[in-house]
């Protein structure tokens, strides 16, 4: 792995002076001719719209011979370079291997030796079975522990909204009392029988609507189907408080 610092950054490095390149040289003598200068004196060669006329026919004995164009390699020099040498080499002819090395033990017996005092391999062969584990059929802690958190959020908006609600009403010269059981238990009797009689009645609605009253009129039981559910869900809340006149 590369670091940015290492303490080998502190050793002093030689300082590289570079190689100049050599002095460029050309390979004219600087000499000029004036006879090369056109000043209206002579015309060079081609001064003029291409060569003169006849230089440019093909001369007879110089024509392209077989394998002309092709390359000349120099001569292949000796190598000089060896290759390692992976393998052990041949043995020669001289080389005798060493003869009458006889081992004494009997592997057959050996092997059947180890075979019978070498203990088996503890094995399970019973089947894995999930309801004898000790959390088989239990709630996991932290479902438990997110149930508890989600309530105790629950419980501080609801008295976060009673208290609003409080300040409200006593704020308008009203007051506020909790419902009885029994008076929000006879409320959700009566809306779900409403919500049953109006549900029926929607159900029994043609299912074309070529007029705007039946339009008119599907709407209307869809709007009061929705608050009816609204209030439901509302009162199925255990407190529930509610404003009075002085």
Known sequence: MDFEESIYSLIPRPVEV????????????????PADFVLGVSKRERGSFGALNGKYCP????????????????????????KDKRKAPV??????????LVSSKNFVTANAVEAILSKPRKTNMEPLQYTKK????????????????????KDAV??????????????????????EEEERQGLLRHLKAKWEEVNSVYQKMTFTLDTP???KRKENYELTL???????KRLEKNNIYIAEDM
Not at 18 to 33: I, M, T
Not at 226 to 232: H, L, T
């Open 18 to 33: 570079p190689e100049k390149a050599p002095l460029y040289h050309s390979q004219h003598d600087g000499k000029v001719d």
């Open 59 to 82: 001369n007879p004995k110089k024509f392209l011979t077989k394998h002309s164009k092709e390359p000349i390699l120099p001569d292949p020099a000796p190598v000089t370079v060896s």
């Open 91 to 100: 043995p020669s002819r001289a080389e005798r291997p060493i003869m009458g």
């Open 134 to 153: 000790q959390d088989y059929g239990k709630i996991p802690a932290y479902l438990l522990r997110n149930k508890a958190k989600l309530q105790t959020e």
């Open 158 to 179: 609801e008295q976060y909204l009673t208290r609003k609600a409080e300040e409200e009403t006593f704020g308008n010269g009203g007051t506020l009392r909790r419902l």
């Open 213 to 215: 009253a039946k339009q």
């Open 226 to 232: 929705s608050q009816i559910e609204k209030d439901i």
